[in-house]
């Protein structure tokens, strides 16, 4: 099986061994659908851009939209990662539990929420159907994760919180909110305990994302290189050892130290004349 077992703290904090490491099939996997979603959603801004709807705050201040951008990138990234053999990193595990946890409320809330999408009908399936469920699948039976750590629950508030803050800064600029439910007109209230009911969907989803992560995933095939045998060793076979044969003094010539003799002058050419130096 994938992933490995303890707990979120004793995982993260040691050593990781080839069983967090993905086969190539699936980085291709990721990367191909998160390149898809970025496609698709260029092609959805250009075809609105054309009928008036050129701004990309509005575009992106729909949370589906802002959702699928953050969640391409990330799966994009993932994608290359598995691709090129890199075994999972903790950070990477945090960042796509934000983006399949975001995942799972877009499709929640487009199915539970009527009229809250404009885009092309085959568009909207895609990114409210297709793409969270895939995400979500990938998330548990790919267990190249480690479990993500309960400490960590709060990281998927503050992307909420900031595409909120972009809207209340769009409302007081054009009066434009990209839902029926978020209009001021329903009073604070009633906005407040809606932001509120949003915001508590999210964190019962990432309850269930980070239990999710604690599940190995299914056992699939990784790569593995393969060396070609060692040769085998020659046997040893010991030698015998063979004395040395001796030589006899008396058949050793002697041996007449030679010193070399001084030169008696230093030579030096100049063209095509030789002179002669005394030492």
């Known amino acids: 099986m994938w992933g490995i077992r303890g707990s979120a703290d004793q995982v993260r904090g040691t050593a990781v061994d080839d069983s967090l490491r993905a086969p190539q099939a699936i980085g291709w996997a990721r990367l191909a659908g998160g390149t898809t979603i970025l496609t698709v959603l260029g092609y959805t801004y250009g075809a609105g851009a054309m009928a008036g709807r050129a701004s990309l705050m509005n575009f992106f201040g729909f949370f589906t939209n802002s959702t699928n951008l953050l969640a391409a990138l990330i799966f994009i990234v993932a994608g290359v990662a598995t691709i090129l053999g890199y075994r999972s990193r903790a950070w990477l595990a945090d960042l796509r539990a934000i983006a399949v946890t975001s995942l799972i409320v877009v499709g929640v809330g487009y199915n539970a929420l009527p009229g809250v999408g404009t885009a092309p009908g085959w568009v909207s399936v895609l990114l ?110 010991p030698v015998p050892a063979t004395p040395a044969p001796t030589v006899p003094a008396t058949a050793m010539p002697a041996l007449v130290p030679v010193v070399p003799a001084a030169p008696a002058s230093r030579g030096s050419t100049l063209g095509s004349v030789r002179y002669a130096t005394q030492v």
């Open 128 to 237: 409210h159907a297709v793409v969270p469920v895939a995400v979500t699948l990938d998330w548990l039976f790919v267990g190249d994760r480690r479990p993500v750590a309960w400490s960590q629950l709060w990281l998927v508030l503050p992307y909420p919180v900031l595409w909120l803050a972009m809207i209340q800064y769009r409302w007081a600029t054009d009066q434009w909110v990209p839902y029926w439910y978020m209009h001021p007109s329903h009073g604070p209230l009633t906005l407040g305990l809606r932001m509120g009911v949003v915001l508590a969907g999210l964190l019962f989803a990432a309850v269930v994302v980070w239990m999710l992560s604690r599940f190995r995933g299914l056992r699939l095939p990784t790569p593995t290189p393969t060396l070609a045998p060692a040769p085998a060793p020659a046997a040893w076979v």
